[in-house]
């Protein structure tokens, strides 16, 4: 990581801008949706492996002097989908099939007794940081 | 995959509010589909944008509206080993590939 946050200075203009953007490392929460209000009920177990490895290589190329950190916003962010094979795919595709069936068996439960046309919803914060190019210490 | 993301535009409001991106040259590292860089290109900038595996990058390119084409260059490429010239962009995003 600390490599390609590198990449990154060398093809950025000298006040050029790097964004940071990923889910806050909290649980996603997981609930339903039929009429515009998301009923949030359970929350999924993950780990932040990859998210302490992401802001130790911030802080690295920060304490480099490569970069400053120039602002941060935290916002919510909801996936909607339509049917539990959607989520079931959006599962696998991220190798948590195994960790969550349980999920699907009570997103499974719920949906049958929803209303038609209800949707599965998921909640993850997201944060966007900023960090301005600096000179580098190479340049003094 | 029938799935909405962000259907607020929170995201959206958030790269807004960060600065004006008209004309802006961007490097979006971890493109996947390419759902943020058509976010991007909307916002006014020019986007070119990696993604390490070239399936994504071939979904990426075939669903790039017309109206986007001269806003957006997808390419299979690695963040730590970019193809690029120095200083060549305004702005680079890690769009959930940090």
């Not at chain 1, 950025?12 to 949706?33: H, Y």
């Not at chain 1, 909607?80 to 699907?104: N, P, Q, S």
């Not at chain 1, 049958?112 to 944060?127: C, D, H, Q, Y």
Request: hydrophobic letters at 45%; one cysteine or more.
């Amino acid at each position: 990581m600390v490599d390609a946050l590198r990449e990154s200075h060398r093809v950025l203009k000298s006040d050029g801008l790097l964004i940071d953007l990923r889910p806050v490392a909290v649980q996603r929460r997981v609930g339903l949706t039929d009429d515009g209000a998301y009923r949030l009920r359970w929350r999924m177990p993950e780990s932040f492996d990859d998210d302490r490895a992401a802001d130790a290589a911030v802080a690295h190329v920060v304490r480099d002097g490569l970069f400053k950190p120039a602002g941060r916003e935290r916002f919510q962010c909801y996936r909607l989908f339509d049917y539990l094979d959607d989520f079931i795919a959006w599962l696998i595709e991220r190798d948590k099939i195994k960790t969550h069936g349980w999920l699907v068996r009570k997103l499974e439960r719920e949906l049958t007794k929803a209303e038609t046309g209800a949707k599965i919803v998921v909640r993850s914060p997201l944060v966007l940081s900023v960090l301005k190019k600096l000179a580098g210490p190479a340049a003094g | 995959m029938p799935l909405i993301v962000d259907p607020e535009q929170n995201e959206v409001k958030a790269l807004a509010d960060v600065m004006l991106w008209r004309r802006k040259s961007v490097l979006e590292i971890g493109c996947g589909s390419g759902r943020l860089s058509r976010r991007i290109a909307a916002l006014g900038a020019i986007v070119h944008a990696i993604d390490p595996d070239p399936k994504l990058v071939r979904k990426a390119r075939s669903g790039l509206p017309k109206r986007f084409a001269n806003r957006i260059n997808f390419r299979a490429g690695k963040a730590e080993k970019l193809h690029h010239r120095n200083e060549k962009f305004d702005v680079v995003i890690f769009a959930w590939s940090l």
